[in-house]
């Protein structure tokens, strides 16, 4: 058996789905992630995680940023896609930050900057795309009906 089939698989690069096909069990159901919260972080929770956090550390970055604190946005971002722990997901956002620089101006342009990589990687996965005008309702705020109050 070769180095590479006899390794095992990296949670954080794979799916649950996929890791069930990898015949891998669980005390939990055979159709459902593990509830363990001890268990590590598969590749959907880690990416809900990581979008969490930077569509949340968006909304809170300064409307009129200076310099420095552009400048340590872009490089969180950058970074980001060269230490991202799952392989072929890095490599996409190394792709998009290449092809896309992260736009650190101010915080609406970030915003939507992430918005527009979050959809892109949505519309690979075949998920439907985010309405980027919601972005303050869903990572800000919350609606304005008070509904998260």
């Known amino acids: 058996m070769s180095n590479e089939t006899s390794k095992k698989p990296c949670r954080a690069c794979t799916d649950f789905s ?3 096909k990898l015949g891998r069990t669980t005390s939990a159901s055979k159709s459902s992630p593990p509830q363990n919260k001890e268990c590590p972080p598969d590749r959907e929770d880690l990416g809900r ?3 969490t956090f930077l569509h949340t550390m968006a909304d809170h970055f300064p409307e009129r940023p200076n310099l420095q604190q552009q400048h340590k ?3 969180l971002l950058t970074n980001l896609a060269d230490l991202y722990p799952c392989g072929e997901c890095a490599e996409h956002l190394q792709v998009e930050v290449k092809n896309n620089p992260p ?3 101010s915080r609406s342009l970030l915003s939507q900057w992430l918005c527009g990589v979050h959809n892109n990687v949505n519309v690979r996965l075949g998920k439907d795309a985010f309405d980027c005008s919601l972005l303050g309702d869903r990572w800000g705020e ?3 009906d008070g509904s998260c109050d």
């Open 49 to 51: 995680a990581t979008w």
């Open 142 to 144: 919350g609606p304005s």
């Open 73 to 75: 946005a872009y490089t």
């Open 103 to 105: 736009d650190t101006r």
């Open 18 to 20: 996929s890791w069930k």
